[in-house]
């Protein structure tokens, strides 16, 4: 990858444009329902700190994924 100049926003295609419109979207959306989710969800139900999650939330797509998969707890219904 070395000499490999990134392409800035004007040098991409239009559908390259809208790829990475639609990562950054999805990314937005799942950061959003993570801390929408951490505020709702009782403490007794989450694996750990809220605060440590919501900070976790921020990472991309690996945060708020983690969230979902090992940070809540699975109650009985």
């Known amino acids: 990858m070395r000499g490999k100049k990134k392409k800035s926003w ?3 295609t239009p559908g390259q444009r809208a790829g990475v419109a639609l990562v950054g979207a999805g990314q937005l959306a799942l950061l959003v329902a ?3 989710s951490i505020s709702k969800t009782p403490e007794a ?3 750990g ?3 440590l999650w919501r ?3 921020f990472i991309n797509f690996f945060g ?3 969230y979902f998969l090992f940070g809540r707890r699975r ?3």
């Open 45 to 47: 139900q989450i694996r």
């Open 10 to 12: 004007k040098d991409m």
């Open 34 to 36: 993570a801390q929408r």
């Open 75 to 77: 109650g009985t219904a």
């Open 64 to 66: 708020p994924l983690s």
């Open 49 to 51: 700190n809220k605060a």
């Open 55 to 57: 900070a976790a939330s």
